[in-house]
């Protein structure tokens, strides 16, 4: 079975803390995403990875960075949490053919304190 | 702002009754894909249907697309207790282009 996989399920952190979601893949998808999920507000895209070291702002990439070193794996990256933060992320991959759909990970639920 | 928009936010039904979902959108698009999402997990993907077509089936769940009034339906046959979760549209304005999904519908089914 194809597999994206999300380090954790549930995080708790300060305010203030340096935060690492990490996601891995194992299709050898070229396309990566993370979204942020908020009740009434869907999926919102933070940033996307066409390529290994490439990287694209989302509709909402402020307060967050990406990294990109290995084609398999897509670091989403809080500098600075703040409470604003605290939402389910969810990792997903796609192959580089036009169309294709998302296969996504079990998310992470983060708690900012 | 979100492109898709689905109806009814919230849908409940008895074990073997269908459930339709709605999904509009406002600008034109090259497909639109349907997700499910089981209560605190990610997205799954179930059916994606081309701007050039008009209905998809799969097992049982039936899609309609009508881009003259932008919008989709999703039909759920026969539906079962393990149908319960949120659905999502989400549509691609052109090809290769990213995804934009809905705020999803709750679906229960009660056995």
């Known amino acids: 079975d194809v597999k994206v996989t999300q380090s954790s399920r549930y995080l708790v952190k300060r305010t203030g803390e340096k935060v690492f979601l990490e996601c891995v893949q194992d299709m050898d998808h070229e396309n990566m995403f993370w979204y942020r999920q908020d009740p009434g507000l869907g999926l919102r895209l933070i940033y996307f990875?066409?390529?290994?070291?490439?990287?694209e702002k989302g509709d909402i990439p402020e307060g967050y960075s990406v990294s990109r070193e290995k084609k398999e794996r897509f670091s989403l990256i809080l500098e600075s949490a703040s409470t604003n933060q605290t939402s389910m992320y969810l990792c997903?991959?796609?192959?580089?053919?036009?169309?294709?759909?998302?296969?996504f990970g079990s998310g992470t639920q983060l708690s900012v304190l | 702002s979100q492109q898709g928009e689905e109806d009814p936010q919230a849908l409940s039904i008895q074990e073997g009754e269908n459930a339709t979902m709605n999904c509009s959108y406002k600008t034109s698009i090259n497909n639109l894909q349907w997700y499910r999402q089981n209560s605190g997990r990610g997205l799954v993907h179930l059916i994606l249907i081309r701007s050039n077509e008009r209905e998809k089936h799969s097992g049982r769940l039936r899609v309609t697309l009508d881009t003259s009034k932008k919008s989709s339906s999703l039909l759920i046959t026969a539906s079962r207790a393990a149908d319960t979760a949120s659905y999502f549209c989400?549509?691609?304005?052109?090809?290769?282009?990213?995804?934009?999904f809905g705020e999803g519908t709750q679906l229960t089914v009660n056995p």
């Open positions: 989400a549509t691609r304005r052109t090809s290769g282009s990213r995804l934009t």
């Open positions: 997903a991959s796609s192959s580089r053919q036009p169309n294709e759909k998302l296969f």
């Open positions: 990875s066409y390529d290994v070291k490439m990287k």
